[in-house]
């Protein structure tokens, strides 16, 4: 069974302090942290995400570190560049939080001013094409560092992306070698509630995620939605391609199936929503506390499994063989 947590950026007191909360994840089974931008009430933000993620997984030997970042606004080449750098800084263990949602401080903070949630869709669909082109300009094998020549790339296998549509104009290739796992895993989120999950987000998730993580408040909502998302995937020919978790919770939290802290009787319920949804998994949001991470580390996950060695977080999901590059919407 997966079983992942995240962190959110904008409850972190004493960075050394979550470092070392973190680190007791590694010998867990815990497969991957996902950080992400949100903050906590008025509190804002202290870090970015990326940037964060690169500090925390030099203090990790296995364990993924995925970082939310925009997928709709700023340039998809800076994107690429800064998920792919955590790719190499991280030895391939790197996943990417799709992004497609705004605070209204970010929408401040750029000059474009969507007209609509379709404008939306079709831009960050547009955009995640981009970065998964630009991941893929590089052939495996085009890094070829030769100092006394000078040489350090094969020309015949970097390739240019050219780019295309209303919103963009890009060249290429990427100016960032080919990652140590091919690319970043993409992780999206999948609000759901008793009427169902947003068919433009679903569509958008199983064109794109390798791993997605629906969060609907109640085991019955959850059990829809997976049976949604599955069907989606199936009619894009990515059958099989798709790991699937809900979100559960120690705490009332809105879009968490809420259990027992009681280790015995969370691992019986996280189990039997797991078996009851055919999902994949569970993230477990815990209390956005070093000491939440401690329950999770010492308590929970070591009884719901052991903790898996792996060379990169895609074979670590068991994707490495099914996973693909480049996807386009058309």
Avoid at 167 to 180: F, H, M, S
Wanted: glycine residues 8%; negative net charge; aromatic residues 6%.
């Amino acid at each position: 069974m997966i079983i992942t947590t995240r962190l959110e950026a904008g409850s972190y007191p004493d960075l050394d302090e979550w470092a070392a909360a973190v680190a007791q994840l590694d010998a867990a089974p815990i497969d991957a942290l996902v950080v992400t931008s949100t903050s906590t009430g008025a509190r804002p933000a202290r870090f970015e995400p990326t940037t964060l993620a690169a500090y925390l997984g030099q203090r990790v030997s296995s364990l993924g570190i995925v970082a939310e970042d925009t997928a709709l606004l700023g340039q998809p080449f800076h994107v690429a560049r800064r998920l792919a750098t955590l790719d190499h800084l991280t030895g391939g263990r790197a996943g990417w939080l799709l992004g497609t949602t705004s605070t209204a401080a970010e929408k401040d903070g750029y000059e474009f001013k969507s007209p609509s949630a379709e404008v939306d869709r079709v831009r960050a669909t547009e955009f995640t094409e981009i970065v998964l082109e630009l991941w893929d300009s590089w052939e495996s094998g085009a890094e070829r560092p030769d100092k006394r020549a000078g040489d350090f790339h094969d020309d015949a296998r970097v390739h240019a992306i050219d780019y295309r549509s209303t919103a963009y104009l890009v060249r290429g290739p990427l100016d960032v070698p080919r990652t140590p796992q091919g690319r970043p895993v993409l992780f999206a989120d999948l609000a759901a509630s008793a009427d169902g999950a947003d068919a433009a987000d679903l569509e958008y998730a199983a064109l794109f995620a390798d791993v997605v993580v629906v969060r609907a408040g109640t085991p019955d909502a959850a059990v829809s939605a997976i049976g949604a998302l599955r069907a989606s995937t199936v009619r894009r020919g990515r059958e099989g391609e798709v790991r699937m978790l809900v979100a559960v919770s120690d705490l009332e939290r809105p879009g968490c199936v809420t259990i027992s802290a009681e280790t015995a009787e969370a691992v019986s319920a996280a189990r039997s929503l797991v078996e009851e949804s055919g999902a994949d998994g569970i993230e477990v949001v815990a209390d956005g506390s070093p000491e939440g991470l401690d329950w999770l580390a010492e308590g929970l996950a070591p009884a719901l499994g052991e903790a898996r060695a792996s060379t990169t977080l895609m074979a670590r999901l068991g994707l490495d063989d099914v996973a693909r590059f480049g996807r386009r919407a058309a």
